[in-house]
């Protein structure tokens, strides 16, 4: 079985920045696509950024040019980098892993909360 475990939310003032962390442990296969979704309260979950084994970077509207997603295949980790946080970024965070090739299948990590206050 595979697990994510995610670190690094919070409470951070808009403008600021935070820095999220994936690790994934388990039977994890060299094609592999791993990333970040967000809920915010009353809305449906969203794409944040995803990174694939060969780093090739996917990023939503919203936090393209402020957020930076990258990876360590050695250590089966993903980071995200978060910059000029707006309020609206507020949301749990998700870390997912698409597992294989072909039909992957697909993993979620419990979340991690990151607040953005005014």
């Known amino acids: 079985q595979v697990q994510l475990v995610e670190s690094g939310g919070g409470l951070v003032q808009a403008g600021g920045s935070l820095r999220l962390s994936c690790a994934a442990s388990?039977?994890?296969?060299?094609?592999?696509?791993m990333g970040w979704y967000r809920q915010a309260p009353g809305k449906q979950r969203e794409l944040v950024a995803t990174?694939?084994?060969?780093?090739?970077?996917n990023y939503g509207a919203s936090v393209k040019g402020r957020f930076t997603i990258s990876r360590d295949n050695a250590e089966n980790t993903v980071v995200l980098q978060m910059n000029s946080l707006y309020v609206e970024d507020t949301a749990i965070y998700y870390c997912?892993?698409?597992?294989?090739?072909?039909?992957?299948?697909?993993?979620w990590g419990e979340g991690t909360l990151v607040t953005v206050s005014s």
């Open positions: 388990g039977t994890i296969f060299a094609i592999n696509v």
């Open positions: 990174i694939t084994n060969n780093n090739y970077v």
């Open positions: 997912t892993l698409a597992n294989g090739g072909g039909i992957p299948t697909h993993y």
